[in-house]
Nanobody, 123 residues
């Protein structure tokens, strides 16, 4: 069974920085794309940033130039560096990964989600 565990969230003042981490563990054959989403109460979960296994990145317009996604393939870990935080960035941040998992009879691909980490930005 595959698990994604996020860390690094917290309370920070506007203008500050945070670094989120998400480590995948379990019976992993390979990981394709990894990404970060965020969600606030009453709103849909939205993609913040994504990165392929080859390192190509994609960002939501609202976070370009402030957020940087990176990954360490050897550690099955994805990071999100968040700079110049704004109160509007307050949300629960979720890690997502497109994982090929090892099963007894072969492999199966599926999306995996972390449990979420709260980021709160005070003005």
């Amino acid at each position: 069974q595959v698990q994604l565990v996020e860390s690094g969230g917290g309370l920070v003042q506007a203008g500050g920085s945070l670094r989120l981490s998400c480590a995948a563990s379990g019976s992993i054959f390979s990981i394709n794309a990894m990404g970060w989403y965020r969600q606030t109460p009453g709103k849909q979960r939205e993609l913040v940033a994504a990165i392929t296994s080859g390192g190509s990145t994609n960002y939501a317009d609202s976070v370009k130039d402030r957020f940087t996604i990176s990954r360490d393939n050897a550690k099955n870990t994805v990071y999100l560096q968040i700079n110049s935080l704004k109160p509007d960035d307050t949300a629960v941040y979720y890690c997502n990964a497109d994982i090929k998992e090892i099963r007894l009879w072969g492999t199966t691909s599926h999306d995996a989600w972390g449990q979420g980490t709260q980021v709160t930005v005070s003005s």
